[in-house]
């Protein structure tokens, strides 16, 4: 029962409904009967199921005939069960599996729903999410306001049930940029091999797994194509996580094609086993989260922004600093580019902040080529220091500490990928994103600056020209780390 009200105006609508359906499947107009079509309809099958007492009480309670009410609906599904399969699948698609909505069990609900059951395994995983994991399913909870809405449209609009969002939680945490053991990348934890089976590119400079657009499209296809090999979201799960392969095998070796089953003969590995367990345990506390103690969480607000294109190979702090933002909040509305930087030689779309397409195109055009790319990737070889690869790139330990999270040193690995800034290099000569305090950005008077969010101090000596050293001199600095609200010092 889906708590709709019934009128009366809807009665009579899916009455007429009823006789249309009835009198296309029993009654066809002298010639438009196929040739090609089975003689007689095949059996009706028994209803799906008949006016729920719900129902029945709200239409007594509107005043419509409850008899007439049940026989409507008695109408509709002996009316449709009684077409063609095309015929039916259409039916659906126009008035949905349930049009009068008094259905306890409509006829294709397995189809948008998943079951969410309640068994040992289950509890089990309730209990690790609510109470040992509790603040890091809190993390998962407020991390997927950026993308709920976003992921249940797409789900909605592939009529696919809505809480597959949940499988991206327990994969990732609703995390772009999560990567596992197993070398599966993204929210939606694809494998290199099954991205490009669904049109996903991946490679060194673009990594579409990442892209929790392109990735959410991806993951509808596949699971949609899972549901119609096997049937039953259980097994669809299951193979999404272990392959379809080891699900067959586990159907051959138990003769059936229940989850819980496959789970209890243990013909799955344990990670699948409890896989199904984890997405209804994921689900069920989501859907009631102050039953579970999470009514406190704050979800993250959903991601907004527009779309440029940037012709060629750029940083991404040149394209935070023509956008007026930080680095930060480009790397979050476009995690497909790992390396932080555009691919060469090709046109691509860049997501920015709502109202920032104008601005960025202005800045953007003002920064000549040759300075839109401001580091060079290094890969450390036997017997490296960062002291000889500074000088190798002419610039400095600091300037690459400062760039590589502040690296140790002492701990460098032979393969080892450092971002090698290069030396001079001005990129963010268009406008800045960090505020100045002082006697303005340019100039040679004093200026002094207040650190953003997403801000390095590498960053600030790029925007203002100013080695980082001098920097760390000029504000009494150990080290390169700094904090949104500090106030750096760039001239004296």
Known sequence: MRGRPIEARRLATTCLLVSLVWGCASHPEPGTVDVNLAPAPPEAPAPASLASDEALAEAEAEGVDEARLEEAQHEVEVAVDSLDEVSREEFYLLFGTDPLGLSTNPANAARYEIPLETNEAVERWIEFFSVKSRDRFATYLARAGRYEEMIRSRLREAELPEDLLYLAMIESGMNPNAYSRAHAVGMWQF????????????????????????????????????????????????????????????????????????????????????????????????????????????????????????????????????????????????????????????????????????????????????????????????????????????????????????????????????????????????????????????????????????DTLWAISRRYNVPTSRLMQLNGLDSSVIHPGDRITVRR
């Open 191 to 454: 494998i290199r091999g099954t991205g490009r089976l669904y049109d996903l590119e991946i490679n060194y400079w673009v990594d579409d797994r990442r892209d929790p657009y392109k990735a959410t499209d991806a993951a509808i296809a596949h699971l949609g194509d899972l549901y119609e090999e096997f049937g039953s979201w259980y097994l669809a799960a299951a193979a999404y996580n272990a392959g379809a392969g080891r699900v067959n095998r586990g159907i051959r070796r138990t003769g059936s094609t229940d989850f819980w089953d496959l789970a209890d003969a243990r013909v799955l590995r344990r990670e699948t086993r409890n896989y199904v367990p984890k997405l209804i345990a994921a689900a069920t506390i989501a859907k009631n989260r102050e039953q579970y103690g999470f009514d406190d969480v704050v979800p993250h607000e959903p991601l907004e922004f527009e779309t440029v294109t940037v012709p060629d190979a750029t940083s991404f702090d040149v394209l935070a600093a023509a956008a007026g933002v930080s680095e930060d909040e480009i790397r979050l509305l476009n995690p497909q580019f790992p390396r932080r930087v555009t691919p060469p030689g090709r046109e691509v779309e860049l997501r920015v902040p709502v109202g920032k397409t104008e601005i960025f195109a202005a800045n953007y055009a003002a920064v000549p080529p040759s300075e839109r790319v401001t580091w060079s990737e290094h890969r450390v070889q036997r017997g490296e220091t960062l002291g000889h690869i500074a000088q190798m790139y002419g610039t400095s330990v600091t300037a690459i500490r400062a760039a590589n999270n502040n690296v140790n040193p002492r701990r460098l690995q032979i393969g080892q990928r450092l971002i090698i800034p290069r030396a001079g290099a001005s990129p963010t000569r268009v406008a800045s994103a960090a505020p100045a305090t002082g006697s303005g950005a340019s100039g040679s008077g004093p200026l002094t600056v207040t650190v953003q969010r997403g």
